[in-house]
């Protein structure tokens, strides 16, 4: 299976953007991916609490570091493509991992 860092939003409307990335998720194991969406899985009660910067900026920090082990990241941009989406982009563009958008709406 092909390794993919997914990308989806999620401030603004979390339940909205939640129920998407879940949907996007979906859609690349169908797809035969291998995906890590680590907005949804560092998220979670009892992991870390998005709203204490000190804990948002250590998820986002660990969600960087498997682009490194990716052999794809994938965009989903229903939604647009947030600040946080846009810094990933760029970290996977330096590390030249191929970049690949999607809409499943």
């Not at 979906?26 to 949804?40: D, F, Q, W, Y």
């Not at 794809?72 to 958008?101: C, N």
């Amino acid at each position: 299976m092909k390794r993919v860092v997914l990308e989806s939003p999620y401030a603004g409307d979390i339940e909205r953007n939640v129920e998407y990335a879940r949907q996007c998720v979906r859609n690349s194991v169908i797809r035969g991916e291998a995906p890590i969406a680590s907005h949804l899985l560092f998220t979670q009660p009892g992991i870390l609490c998005d709203h204490i910067a000190a804990e948002r900026k250590l998820g986002i920090e660990a969600g960087l570091a498997w682009i490194s082990q990716a052999d794809a990241m994938v965009v989903y941009s229903d939604y647009g493509i947030s600040k946080g989406m846009q810094d990933a982009i760029e970290r996977a563009e330096v590390l030249g991992i191929p970049v690949e958008y999607r809409l499943i709406k």
